[in-house]
């Protein structure tokens, strides 16, 4: 049984990666409804939120029925990064997360995200700090390193254990190449038998199909992964690889009425949390996603993003459903832009481009 803290995650737990933009609670939601066993919120600013910045402390909402869920926090300095795990806090999410893994250059350029595995001791003094400053579970996700010469990540393990962390999520590549080439889940497998390692140890990068989860876990013993971009517009990735895992069989795909079915609360949710206007602006970047594999789609989807009424949008997702009422959406044509799915996940052998 995975734990963190007194939280109890299952055998091996699925976990939803925070993506800015994408995790906020709507998709979440529907993310949990098909088997996401924890859930992550976009990276908030620790500045932002001392600020009382509107969009930080909007990303602070959690809902009972997503649960377990996680705030994810970055920042570059140890004040500012204590003072947000306290607000953090006080709004009772289930656990605290350190983003060291996004690679953006704005975030970068600060010493925050990915741009502190320059600084190893300092990373740790940070992390040290939110430890320190809370008694939610901490967390951290971050990557190998920073660059091919500075793949310190089993070092960067030892050292945040140390210093309290109660999990570690692990990209599997380093900050320079961003999300480009494959992931090296080798390094990953290093960290987590590591006799030195007692924490839960999550693997993340190129995990697109049950069989690659399969893979991860016997070959490198992770506790359990971490999916991101493959969720994007189909959360039935999770009950896909439960299924698969527990029957050595697959789920047959969503049909057109499921996956509108899944659209349309993924919309209405949208609505309720961020109102009529933005709630139908910012849910406009999911349709092609949700309809990715779909012939000749594209007048219904330049409708979707034209329309700004629930009922409209509403009118031509019906239209959908009944227009390619029977059409089977391959599962390969959902996947990630140039993926060749690597069943092995062994670098030597597998070539790959695919997103975390």
Known sequence: MVKIGNILLGDFPLLLAPMEDVSDPPFRAVCKDKGADLMYSEFISSEGLIRDAIKSRQKLDIFPEERPVGIQIFGGDE?????????????????????????????????????????????????????????????????????????????????????????????????TQMYKGHADWSLIGKVKNNPRIHIPIFGNGDITTPEQVIAARQKYGVDGVMIGRAAIGYPWIFDEIKHFMATGKHLPPPSIQERVDVCKKHLRQSVSWKGDVVGILEMRRHYTNYLKGLPHIKEFRQQLVTFSTL??????????????????????????????????????????????
């Not at 052998?349 to 997103?355: G, I, K, P, R, T």
């Open 79 to 175: 004040e500012p990064m204590a003072m947000a795990a306290q607000i953090v806090e006080a709004t009772n999410p289930d656990l605290l997360d350190i983003n060291y893994g996004c690679p953006v250059k704005k975030v970068v350029c600060k010493g925050a995200g990915s741009g502190i595995l320059k600084d190893i001791p300092k990373m740790v003094r940070l992390t040290a700090a939110v430890v320190k400053a809370t008694k939610l579970p901490v967390t951290v996700k971050t990557r190998l390193g920073w660059d091919d010469d500075t793949k310190n990540i089993e070092e960067v393990a030892e050292r945040l254990q140390d210093v309290g962390i109660q999990a570690l999520t692990i990209h599997g590549r380093t900050r």
């Open 311 to 356: 009922a409209a949008v509403e009118e031509v997702l019906d239209t959908i459903a009944e227009h390619y009422k029977g059409h089977i959406i391959e599962r390969a044509s959902t996947l990630p832009d140039n993926s060749n799915l690597p069943v092995n996940l062994n670098n030597e052998v597998a070539d790959c481009n695919v997103y975390g």
